[in-house]
């Protein structure tokens, strides 16, 4: 099973075995499909040529022939004025059709992912929160038991950081962006309880962890991050590093077009994980995309 997520910054795609439900291979791209989308909610035709390219590269590296193919695509698109067109010219230089899901669903798989992932980790739960910050929006999940609750905004990093150029004023904004997600988790700890784990997936998180064991974007490893325990104060001395870095040299650490991006996901991350009530967080690197294939493998994607 192959499945493709088109995100506001990242595009990713996973070839999973559908006997364990675990990666055989896990690519990703930089294509900052939502670059300048701020402007006039526009995908460029720059981004589209950077998702077509990554997509011939990707299936390049995985074999397409004789795979059940799901392909998502989700804020940037969900924005676009443009986007139907934008998925006709994918569709046509790649033969690959995406479908635009919304926040419920893109929650919905995402807390799929991280329930088998914890599960797979032995970790011993009866709810969790997760944290999904993504290029162009961010999705909070409570899993309880009897229920699962979402909510999507449409702040992310790629979107967040070309609103308010200077890491200033994405500081102080970050600190106030997210109030339609607080309110909401207030309301649901009210109504249910804190649940008993918090998680955060998507690159910001898994870029810091990788960051804070020492290893550059280019040895990425998901299997010595996966289940990665790390504190509000590990995130804060992760982001005072990363900010004496020159650009280059942080993008060595956080991967190329990522370098400021990945300031404005640190502090929008701290803002979110401080109204969780949480002082720590665990890191999975499980999300849309493996969401998407556990799916898949199930035949119930619809």
Known sequence: MIAIDLGSNTLS??????????????????????????KNRIISKEAVKRVIKAL??????????????????????RMAKNKDEVLEEIEKKTNIRFEIIDGEKEAYLTALAVKERLKKLNFQFESFINIDLGGGSTEIILNYPEKIFSK????GIVTFAEKHKS???IKQEAKTAYKDLKDFIKEHYKSYKKPSILTATAGTPTTIASFLKGIDYENYDYKKINGMKISIKDIKISLERLLKLNKKEREKWVGVGRGDLIIAGIYLLISLIESTLFKEVTIIDDSLKEGV??????????
């Open 13 to 38: 795609a996973v070839l999973m075995d559908c006997n364990n439900l675990e990666r055989i291979k896990d690519i990703q791209k930089i294509v900052r499909t939502a670059q300048d989308l701020q």
């Open 56 to 77: 011939k590269e990707i299936q390049k590296e995985i074999d397409f022939s004789n795979q059940n193919i799901k392909a998502v695509a989700t804020a940037a698109l």
């Open 152 to 155: 999507s905004v449409d702040i």
């Open 167 to 169: 890491f200033e004023k």
């Open 293 to 302: 294939a556990i799916l898949g493998c199930k035949s119930k994607f619809k």
